[in-house]
């Protein structure tokens, strides 16, 4: 049984063939790009249902092919790299990546994070296929967060917004008033075996106020002191 199709980028073509390897003993189709300018091309012509993205490539780095794709796709993308750094961290995440992987790793804890981001995901050109999909929409005085295109609107305006942003803010303004620990945010929208930490949720919601911020006095992401988050309206 296909489980579907991983697209590995990595200048290292060892790392390349283990992969390959293990993830297809798992029923997946795996498909290999050594450079940046390859990894475009193949994500193109072969319409993968998720991607293991390296940062360190020739031609084009791992940031450039990821934003990249996020112009025309939200297909998941697993960071790979070797850097620890929490800047490179932040940085993945913010240009639209679901999940970041340190090298060395350990080849079952790949896996195990593809099926995690696929189960949490689902494969999007599945999702863009659905036509019963039920409509995910809210709505709030001069905001509409809609999850089934994964647009975000202030104002009547598109904004922008990474898939990861969008999920969460919809979630908080789908349970409004609700009082969210950063933990129960990283369970809840990231999945409970996500391997981030709470810094994670702090990076999101900054990136959400500078969007947000000031947009209505009829609701507001606001930061509960020692606790969380919640998205509070007001009557």
């Known amino acids: ?3 579907g199709k991983i697209l590995v980028v990595d200048d290292d073509i060892n790392i390349c063939e283990l992969l390959r390897l293990y993830i297809e003993k798992e029923g997946f189709e795996v498909v290999i790009a050594n450079d940046g300018g390859q990894a475009i091309t193949k994500f193109k012509t072969e319409k993968p249902d998720l991607v293991m993205l390296d940062i360190m490539l020739p031609v084009l780095d791992g940031w450039q ?3 990249e794709i996020r112009k025309t796709s939200q297909c998941p993308i697993i960071m790979l790299t070797a850097k620890g750094e929490v800047f490179d961290k932040v940085l993945g995440l913010e240009l639209g ?3 970041y992987v340190v090298k060395p790793f350990e080849t079952k804890e790949i896996v195990a994070r593809i099926k995690a981001v696929l189960r949490r995901m689902g ?3 599945r999702v863009e296929e659905s036509a019963e999909q039920q409509k995910k929409e809210v709505r709030y005085d001069g905001l509409v ?3 089934t295109n994964y647009e975000l609107r202030v104002k009547g305006e598109q904004v922008d917004t990474p898939p990861k942003e969008m999920e969460l803010i919809y979630h908080m303004a789908s349970n409004p008033n609700r009082v969210f620990t950063r933990d129960q ?3 809840e929208v990231w999945g ?6 709470s810094r994670t949720v702090d990076v999101h919601i900054k990136r959400l106020r500078e969007k947000l911020e000031g947009v209505s006095d009829k609701w507001a992401l606001k930061t509960v002191w020692g606790v969380g988050y919640k998205f509070e309206t007001k009557e």
């Open 185 to 187: 945010l990283l369970d």
């Open 145 to 147: 967060i809609n999850l």
């Open 1 to 3: 049984m296909n489980m």
């Open 192 to 197: 409970f075996d996500y391997y981030g930490d």
């Open 123 to 125: 494969s999007k050109s």
């Open 97 to 99: 990546a679901d999940d």
């Open 65 to 67: 092919v990821c934003r």
